[in-house]
């Protein structure tokens, strides 16, 4: 079994697509917390997400999230 996301430095931003227990997938996004053989450990804007390497269909680093526009005042 192929284990791409081992070579990726903690500290990125990910995107990782896992397969759902009741079939279909579910996407991943935030920080890689941490990586190994067995899966990754990611942070979300919900909190962190351990996907098992067996659940990983697809990932791949992605670029940093863009900066949030500040709200304009009230008039």
């Known amino acids: 079994m192929s284990t791409p996301w081992t070579s990726w430095?903690?500290?990125v931003r990910v995107?990782?697509?896992r397969r759902l227990t009741e079939g279909?997938?579910?996407d991943v996004l935030g920080e890689l917390l941490a990586t190994g053989p067995?899966?990754?450990l990611v942070r979300t804007r919900r909190g962190d997400v351990?996907?098992?390497a067996?659940?990983?269909a697809l990932g791949k680093i992605?670029?940093?999230a863009p900066a949030r526009?500040?709200?304009d005042a009230p008039h």
Do not use: L, N, Y
Request: charged fraction near 25%; charge should be neutral; avoid cysteine.
């Open 9 to 11: 430095p903690v500290g």
């Open 15 to 17: 995107v990782v697509r």
């Open 24 to 26: 279909g997938f579910s």
């Open 38 to 40: 067995d899966g990754v």
């Open 50 to 52: 351990q996907v098992g």
């Open 54 to 56: 067996d659940e990983i």
């Open 62 to 64: 992605v670029p940093p």
């Open 69 to 71: 526009r500040p709200r």
